[in-house]
């Protein structure tokens, strides 16, 4: 797997897809977002075998070899490059074990041995007690010693195609054959910015007949072997690991029959693409004349089980930003935006191949980035206008409600004012106030002692030493005769 150095950097864009109709109500471009993360995977087992002879003079016969153990395609679900397949696809139930047993006894004892998973016989007693101990490797006296290691290769989605891949190992194996295995890289495979990931759908569509895509490798990934596509529909009923059937709503296609082929040629496991908004749904099962498909609860399952949670990275922000204009015909933006996941990840097949589309048809009549660009500038509402508005509108709000506060307080009735009788005026010029007892000191309640009033000075009435006429505060002379008030 090659390495990237190009930093990554995160383009938060919400794709808004309007493609155009095929046949079968399958849109154009649906299965975009899933194609960069359809991996091609081949698992093997490298088995070491030590043979014990004892037959003649005490040998160690040591044989290293490579089975086969499945084929078939995966998806990636993290940037880091976590990646989901069928569990049959990197394990077998069949005896490896036995197999080398085989091999070993054929090759150095020259016995007619076929080079299968069976247990066999051959017609010299004494070679053949030998080859039942080299099946049994748990007898302290097995003639055979050995070591069985899986080997699985990851080959991404990538031109030019990468043909050494990255190795990695099984985080959880499923259940059943057909359940969903996690795997997980061996060593760095993401570059700087990590792999392109597939996205999971919310749940599989209820309706039979629903549109659905299946992209998978047949071979591994080369310039004359791209990502198979191919369209189903979603039959009657089914769920859990046994499997949605497929069936044409139409009847045109026997559709288990076309999809089985396809799975026996190297696309079990194959990711299902719903028509909606281009997430996958589920993964191909079967084989021969009939397919199915287990369900993305399974797939969520699994990474849960295996505590591998799907997620989506930076390049697939950026790449859906660039789906976004190339899909509404924004040629003019979408050309810089494949470019720029390209400079993130370098090889990345639909971004190459969007590219050129989006060079090739910049400025033309199609192009609705042109549109944008070319529209005059007098044509553009401007902004003033608005803020005019809104400005008037603030303006009438607060006078009305200065209006309207008016009106509430000129409606409402005063308080009522509490009057105090004034004291009658004396006869003299200046006459003397007089406080009454009652005003100058509340009634106290008869239970409570009642306070002893004090008089200022104020308070205090004079009288003239001359004739006896009542004298005002402020007065000098008697206003009666005219006696100087003696201070």
Same mark, same amino acid.
Not at 69 to 90: A, Q
Not at 105 to 115: D, V
Not at 193 to 211: F, H, R
Not at 430 to 455: D, G, K, Y
């Given at each position: 797997?090659?390495?990237?150095?190009?930093?990554?950097?995160?383009?938060?864009?919400?794709?808004?897809?309007?493609?155009?109709?095929?046949? $079968?109500?399958?849109?154009?471009?649906?299965?975009?977002?899933?194609?960069?993360?359809?991996?091609?995977?081949?698992?093997?087992?490298?088995?070491?075998?030590?043979?014990?002879?004892?037959?003649?003079?005490?040998?160690?016969?040591?044989?290293?070899?490579?089975?086969?153990?499945?084929?078939?395609?995966?998806?990636?679900?993290?940037?880091?490059?976590?990646?989901?397949?069928?569990?049959?696809?990197?394990?077998?139930?069949?005896?490896?074990?036995?197999?080398?047993?085989?091999?070993?006894?054929?090759?150095? $004892?020259?016995?007619?041995?076929?080079?299968? /998973?069976?247990?066999?016989?051959?017609?010299?007693?004494?070679?053949?007690?030998?080859?039942?101990?080299?099946?049994?490797?748990?007898?302290?006296?097995?003639?055979?010693?050995?070591?069985?290691?899986?080997?699985?290769?990851?080959?991404?989605?990538?031109?030019?195609?990468?043909?050494?891949?990255?190795?990695?190992?099984?985080?959880?194996?499923?259940?059943?054959?057909?359940?969903?295995?996690?795997?997980?890289?061996?060593?760095?495979?993401?570059?700087?910015?990590?792999?392109?990931?597939?996205?999971?759908?919310?749940?599989?569509?209820?309706?039979?007949?629903?549109?659905?895509?299946?992209?998978?490798?047949?071979?591994?990934?080369?310039?004359?072997?791209?990502?198979?596509?191919?369209?189903?529909?979603?039959?009657?009923?089914?769920?859990?690991?046994?499997?949605?059937?497929?069936?044409?709503?139409?009847?045109?296609?026997?559709?288990?029959?076309?999809?089985?082929?396809?799975?026996?040629?190297?696309?079990?496991?194959?990711?299902?693409?719903?028509?909606?908004?281009? $997430?996958?749904?589920?993964?191909?099962?079967?084989?021969?004349?009939?397919?199915?498909?287990?369900?993305?609860?399974?797939?969520?399952?699994?990474?849960?089980?295996?505590?591998?949670?799907?997620?989506?990275?930076?390049?697939?922000?950026?790449?859906?930003?660039?789906?976004?204009? /190339?899909?509404?015909?924004?040629?003019?933006?979408?050309?810089?935006?494949?470019?720029?996941?390209?400079?993130?990840?370098?090889?990345?097949?639909?971004?190459?191949?969007?590219?050129?589309?989006?060079?090739?048809?910049?400025?033309?009549?199609?192009?609705?980035?042109?549109?944008?660009?070319?529209?005059?500038?007098?044509?553009?509402?401007?902004?003033?206008?608005?803020?005019?508005?809104?400005?008037?509108?603030?303006?009438?709000?607060?006078?009305?409600?200065?209006?309207?506060?008016?009106?509430?307080?000129?409606?409402?009735?005063?308080?009522?004012?509490?009057?105090?009788?004034s004291p009658p005026p004396d006869d003299g010029a200046n006459p003397t106030v007089m406080v009454r007892r009652s005003q100058a000191f509340p009634v106290v309640p008869p239970h409570q002692p009642q306070p002893q009033p004090v008089l200022t000075a104020q308070q205090q009435v004079k009288f003239c030493t001359a004739c006896g006429m009542k004298l005002g505060p402020a007065h000098r002379f008697c206003g009666y005769c005219g006696h100087p008030i003696e201070t």
């Amino acid at each position: 797997m090659r390495r990237l150095t190009v930093p990554a950097m995160a383009v938060a864009v919400v794709l808004v897809s309007a493609p155009l109709a095929m046949a $079968h109500e399958h849109p154009s471009g649906i299965t975009d977002l899933v194609t960069p993360a359809v991996v091609r995977v081949e698992a093997t087992a490298k088995i070491d075998i030590t043979l014990l002879d004892h037959v003649g003079e005490l040998l160690h016969v040591e044989r290293t070899y490579e089975v086969p153990i499945g084929t078939g395609t995966g998806i990636v679900v993290n940037p880091e490059g976590g990646v989901v397949t069928l569990t049959r696809v990197v394990s077998t139930d069949k005896d490896l074990a036995v197999y080398a047993a085989n091999r070993v006894f054929a090759e150095h $004892h020259k016995a007619k041995i076929p080079a299968d /998973f069976a247990r066999h016989e051959v017609s010299d007693d004494t070679l053949n007690h030998h080859l039942e101990l080299c099946y049994d490797l748990k007898s302290k006296m097995s003639t055979c010693i050995i070591d069985i290691k899986p080997d699985i290769t990851i080959f991404p989605n990538i031109t030019p195609a990468d043909g050494r891949g990255f190795k990695a190992e099984v985080v959880k194996l499923g259940d059943k054959p057909d359940s969903p295995v996690v795997l997980k890289p061996t060593s760095r495979a993401d570059g700087g910015v990590g792999l392109p990931t597939a996205p999971l759908a919310d749940k599989v569509p209820d309706k039979p007949g629903s549109p659905t895509s299946v992209a998978g490798f047949l071979a591994r990934p080369a310039a004359d072997k791209p990502v198979k596509l191919d369209i189903a529909h979603l039959g009657q009923g089914g769920a859990g690991e046994g499997g949605r059937p497929f069936a044409d709503p139409e009847k045109k296609v026997d559709e288990p029959a076309k999809l089985g082929k396809l799975i026996d040629q190297g696309m079990l496991g194959a990711p299902v693409i719903g028509d909606k908004d281009g $997430h996958v749904i589920g993964l191909l099962i079967g084989g021969g004349k009939d397919a199915k498909m287990i369900g993305v609860r399974e797939i969520t399952s699994a990474l849960t089980a295996a505590k591998t949670p799907p997620r989506r990275g930076p390049l697939d922000a950026a790449f859906e930003a660039a789906l976004t204009r /190339f899909h509404t015909k924004n040629y003019t933006d979408a050309g810089p935006a494949f470019q720029r996941v390209l400079d993130l990840y370098p090889g990345q097949p639909v971004a190459a191949a969007h590219l050129k589309e989006s060079l090739a048809k910049k400025g033309s009549a199609a192009d609705t980035g042109v549109r944008k660009a070319a529209q005059p500038r007098g044509t553009t509402i401007p902004l003033w206008p608005f803020i005019v508005a809104a400005a008037v509108v603030l303006v009438i709000a607060l006078g009305g409600g200065f209006l309207l506060w008016r009106r509430r307080a000129a409606t409402e009735e005063p308080p009522p004012r509490i009057e105090i009788p004034s004291p009658p005026p004396d006869d003299g010029a200046n006459p003397t106030v007089m406080v009454r007892r009652s005003q100058a000191f509340p009634v106290v309640p008869p239970h409570q002692p009642q306070p002893q009033p004090v008089l200022t000075a104020q308070q205090q009435v004079k009288f003239c030493t001359a004739c006896g006429m009542k004298l005002g505060p402020a007065h000098r002379f008697c206003g009666y005769c005219g006696h100087p008030i003696e201070t």
